[in-house]
C-alpha cells in the first residue's frame, strides 16, 4: 500500500513537472516601461518610437507601452493615467502642451513612478529627468546661420512658430531673438503660428506675402512648416526670392537634409529624437543610478556645406539599425526554436519518467497479486 502511494506521488509529480517544464521561465525580472507620445503622424515622431523599440529589443526583459496622444491633450492625460494604474516600473513621456500634463505627472512621481520627460517640459519642470536638444540654442543656430549667410545691410525674417503652449516652440523663439536682436540689420517683420504641420501655416504665410512679399528668410520652427512654407513661396514664384531655415534634420526622402540638398531649405537645425538615449537613461534611474535633471542632445546646423557628410553618416547608422533589427529577428527565430525543442525533451522525458513509473508499479502489482494468489 506504501509503495503504490509513494509511485502515485511520483506519477503526480512528474505530471507537475511536465507542465511546469512547458512555461517559459526567466531569470530577470521584467520591467515595465510606458511611452506617452504626443503624435505618430510625423516621420520625427515615429523614428523616436523606432528607435525606443530598437534599444528595448536588445533587452529581453523590457516590456514597452506606447500610447499615441494624437494630438490630443485630453487623451494623453487619460493615457498617462493609464499608464499610471497599471503600476509601471517608470513613465517617459512627451508632452504636446507643457501646462496640461504637468498635474498628472506629479501624481505619477507622487505614487513613486519616476518620469521621464522628453523633447518638451513640463510647465513647473517637477519630473525625474529631461532628455531632449538645448531648444533655446536650436533658435541661436537658426539665426546665427542667417546673419552668417549674409552680406546685406537689411535682413527681413517671418518666423513660424510651433504649437502654442509647447516649450520647444517657445525656447525657440526666445534663442532666436537673443540673437537677431543683437544684429540691428535683422528684423522680424511678423511670426505665424503653426501646430507642426505644413497645412496649418500654409493659408496664413500666403496672407502674409500676399501684403508683403519683400522677405529675404523664413524661420520654421520644424521642416515641415518649412517645406509648407516654401511651397506657398514656390506657387506664387517667390521661392528664389526667399531662403527657409527649419529644424529636425532626418534623413530620409522627406527629411530635412533631403529639402537641403534639393535647395528647398537653405539650412536645418539637427533636432535628435533621442529614443535609444531615452531607453538607456529609463533604465539608469531604475537601476538608482546618478543622472543630470536635464540631459541635453547635441544639435548643430545643416546647410550646403555638410548636407552631404550628415546624409551619408545617417544612411550608415540606419543600415546598421536594419541590421541589428534583421539580426535580432533572426536570434528571436532561434531563440523560439530552441525554446520549442527544449520543451519537447523535458516532455519526452517526463512522459519516459511516468512510463518507467508505472512499468514499477504494474510489475510491483503483478507480484502482489501471485502472492496474494499463492498465499
Known sequence: MIFRKYVLSVCITLVILLFSACVEQTSENKIRI???????NDDWRRSMNNAMLLQTSLHPNIE??????NYEVEKQIEQVEGLIADSLDII?????????????VEKALNLGIPVLVVDRKTENQKYTAYLGADNIEVGRNAAKEIIASNTKDSIRII???????????????????????QYPMTKAVA???????????????????????????????????????WEVARNMGL??????IGVDGLSGPNGGIQAVKDN?????VLYPTGGDEAIKLALKILNKELVPKNNI??????????????KNQFDRINEQQNNIEQQLFALGDLEDRYSAQSNLLKIVMALLAIILALALYSIYSIFAIRKKIDS
Open 34 to 40: 510606458g511611452f506617452s507620445q504626443a503624435m505618430t
Open 64 to 69: 514597452l507601452t506606447i500610447r499615441d496622444g
Open 92 to 104: 517617459i513621456v512627451s508632452p504636446i502642451q507643457s501646462k496640461p500634463i504637468t498635474p498628472v
Open 159 to 181: 518666423e513660424i512658430k510651433g504649437l502654442l503652449g509647447s516649450s520647444p516652440a517657445e525656447e525657440r523663439s526666445i534663442g532666436f531673438h537673443q540673437t537677431i536682436d
Open 191 to 229: 511670426s505665424i503660428e503653426g501646430d507642426w504641420e505644413k497645412e496649418s501655416i500654409q493659408q496664413k504665410f500666403k496672407t502674409l506675402l500676399e501684403e508683403n512679399p519683400n522677405v529675404d528668410y523664413v524661420f520654421a520652427h520644424n521642416d515641415r512648416m518649412a517645406v509648407g512654407a
Open 239 to 244: 521661392e528664389h526670392q526667399i531662403d527657409f
Open 264 to 268: 528647398i531649405l537653405k539650412a536645418t
Open 297 to 310: 542632445l547635441s544639435t548643430t546646423i545643416i546647410n550646403e556645406v555638410n548636407a552631404d557628410i550628415m
